[in-house]
């Protein structure tokens, strides 16, 4: 019993063997057979008419060059013709239904990447893959592919920016007639792996186009595909738009500061200074557009601007508040000034000036009036290069009003601006 187990078992192997070797055998047999006389230069056609071919971008990773305008793109293009000459019998051919065959041996769709930025690898075939060869002449052909293409980014809403690229491909020498380009259901297909990335793919479209050039009379077709690609950088909330409303809160406070106090040209100062760091650290991050400015930059720009005119009116009311003063305030100005006190909340400087007794200053006072300031009695006044208490309040009046003027300017251009950019903002 036992060698009559051993014997079928062996007989089987052999069999199995034998239909391998012969399967083996008839494959190469059909492959010499297709490949013999055949001219791989010679476009396929059925009684002279031009050949369909089926398109179906799947798109396997991406990523966006900001510096360089560049998208990266790896996708696999599958291409689905039919071959006359690659047609057999399967029942004279071993039951054999399909074969696979090295892509450099068959023809192939001349594709070429039009709106790429290295035309080395402009070519989207040659990935030295097999082809699927059905015996109805159908060819099923997915090259992996990894290519460059140009993508002008518009950084207008930077850090929450979004571009839309173009990848536009077609056939080099063949035109629409003879080589008839359709999409496949569906036209694009997404594996992408689903990992943390900077840059998400929104909305996308597949597109066939024809059209005629000056040099020729014949139609081309070429496939068009329009990526949206937005930002996903929660990180810019913190490094991005909390120091720019910081910055904006810093101007502020050199127009809330006491018009005598030397600290506003230093708060003003320091506030210049780290816009402009901003502004270095923008130019690296972004680079230049050579389209778009972001609106935050715009911004920032304002907000140094402004911060330079800051400057030059906290050295003008300095030099306005803090004494000594050769001429009196004009009797003329001393009226609106005290109105206007009342409406800009100026009330402490209107009742100093307006107030009848002729006591000592408070410490609050020589702080308010500024460190360097010189009082002297109207006897001494022509004696030293001092000031009288009263028109040292007169003169510091003025540059209060001036000081809040100021405040209230900023303060609308700032709303403006932030109504203009509150699309980022």
């Known amino acids: 019993m036992l060698r009559l187990l051993t014997a079928t078992i062996f007989l089987l192997a052999w069999c199995w063997s034998k239909t391998e070797a012969y399967n083996t055998t008839a494959m190469e047999v059909l492959t010499q057979k297709l490949l013999k006389d055949y001219d791989k230069n010679i476009i396929p056609s059925a009684e002279g008419k031009g050949i369909e071919v089926a398109i179906t971008v799947t798109i396997i990773n991406f990523d966006l060059n900001e510096k360089n305008h560049e998208l990266s793109l790896d996708f696999w293009l599958k291409m689905v013709w039919n071959d006359p000459r690659m047609e057999w019998d399967v029942e004279e051919n071993g039951g054999i239904e399909e074969t696979h065959i090295d892509d450099t041996k068959l023809w192939r769709p001349d594709f070429t990447l039009y709106s790429t930025s290295d035309w080395k690898n402009a070519k989207l075939t040659g990935a030295n893959t097999l082809t699927v060869v059905g015996h109805s002449g159908e060819i099923i052909y997915v090259p992996p592919l990894s290519v460059k293409v140009k993508c002008v980014m518009d950084v207008t809403l930077w850090p929450y920016d979004q571009h839309k690229c173009k990848i536009k491909f077609g056939s080099w020498v063949y035109d629409g007639n003879k080589m008839y380009l359709k999409s496949a259901d569906p036209p694009i297909l997404l594996e992408m792996e689903d990992v943390p990335r900077e840059w998400k793919l929104g909305n996308h479209s597949f597109s066939i186009n024809t059209k005629n050039y000056d040099c020729c009379t014949e139609p081309f077709m070429d496939v068009t595909i329009y990526l949206t690609l937005y930002r996903v950088a929660p990180t810019f909330c913190w ?143 022509p004696r030293c290069n001092c000031d009288t208490e009263d028109n040292l309040w007169n003169w510091l009046l003025l540059g209060a009003v001036i000081d809040r003027l100021c405040l209230i300017i900023y303060l609308i251009i700032f709303v403006l601006s932030i109504c203009i950019f509150s699309t980022v903002v």
Request: proline share 6%; net charge neutral.
């Open 239 to 381: 490094t991005v738009i909390m120091p720019i409303a910081v910055l904006c809160l810093l101007t502020f406070v050199t127009f809330l500061l006491p018009p005598a106090s030397g600290e506003k040209i230093l708060v003003a100062s320091l506030s210049l200074l780290a816009n402009i760091c901003f502004l270095d650290y923008a130019t690296q991050t972004i680079s230049h557009a050579p389209t778009h400015t972001p609106i935050l930059i715009k911004l920032v720009c304002l907000q140094l601007v402004l911060l330079v005119l800051a400057v030059l009116l906290n050295a003008v009311v300095l030099n306005i508040s803090r004494g000594p003063h050769t001429l009196a305030l004009p009797s003329t100005l001393k009226l609106p000034l005290l109105r206007l006190s009342s409406v800009l909340g100026l009330a402490y400087y209107a009742h100093k000036v307006s107030r009848s007794d002729g006591a000592d200053l408070e410490k609050s006072d020589r702080l308010e009036l500024g460190e360097e300031s010189k009082l002297c009695s109207v006897e001494s006044r």
